[in-house]
């Protein structure tokens, strides 16, 4: 069975620090990548996606991810992270099933805590 | 445009009773899929829907089923509630098939005493 690790389970970091959040899955097929947040207090919402092509990914609010096949690993980063990031990231990869069916395997979250 | 809408978003209930949940996806999304979410299990994957078929089921026991109507309107059911179902009950639609692009309601928080 496919499976997701996040390593971090809380990061704090200061203002204007540089955030790398680390993502590692179990799946030898084709896969799709994702990371979602949920702010405190809101629904998950995506954050970012890999399908195919750039192993870099640019996402919403100056974040990116870098996909590594080698390493199958998919992690979050951002330069300079604002007290707005302050949220639980999950990363997430899609499995597909038969007769067009789909499931996605969430990491446990990682919770960032930014400082002012 | 309107987002996934869950009802209840908060309720109590007590070991041995039955809950059901219901969501509304965005306006012209056909697949429906729910999670639970817990601090230790984290976000598990309970069930698809699309076209009022389940096209995709997680490891959870047969207490926990769902449904989907022609509206794309979906319900989930617990039955024989137990302490461990207490959780957050997410609700996500796509309008992209197959793309795990989802698109999440707020959730139903279950406490169950």
């Known amino acids: 069975a496919q499976s997701v690790s996040q390593h971090n389970h809380h990061v704090i970091l200061s203002e204007a620090a540089s955030l790398e959040l680390g993502c590692n899955y179990s799946?030898?097929?084709?896969?799709?990548l994702f990371w979602y947040v949920q702010y405190p207090g809101q629904h998950l919402q995506l954050l970012l996606k890999y399908f195919s092509g750039d192993p870099l990914v640019k996402g919403i609010k100056g974040f990116e991810a870098e996909f590594i096949k080698s390493k199958f690993s998919f992690n979050l980063r951002k330069p300079s992270v604002q007290w707005s990031d302050t949220a639980e990231y999950f990363c997430a990869v899609i499995l597909y099933s038969g007769a067009g069916s789909y499931q996605l395997t969430f990491g446990k979250g990682t919770k960032l805590s930014v400082i002012p | 445009k309107a987002g996934v809408t869950q009802t209840p978003r908060y309720l109590i209930k007590t070991r041995g009773q039955q809950v059901t949940l219901s969501c509304s996806p965005i306006?012209?999304?056909?697949?429906v899929s729910w999670y639970q979410q817990t601090p230790g299990q984290g976000l598990q994957f309970l069930f698809e829907?699309?076209?009022?078929?389940?096209?995709n089921k997680g490891n959870f026991p047969g207490r926990f089923s769902g449904r989907q109507f022609s509206n794309s309107r979906s319900e989930m059911n617990v039955s024989t509630l137990e302490l461990g179902d207490s959780a957050l009950y997410l609700c996500a639609s796509s309008g992209t098939p197959n793309t795990g692009e989802l698109f999440f309601g707020e959730g139903s928080r279950l406490t169950v005493l």
């Open positions: 829907y699309f076209s009022e078929t389940q096209r």
């Open positions: 306006s012209g999304h056909r697949s």
């Open positions: 799946y030898g097929g084709t896969v799709n």
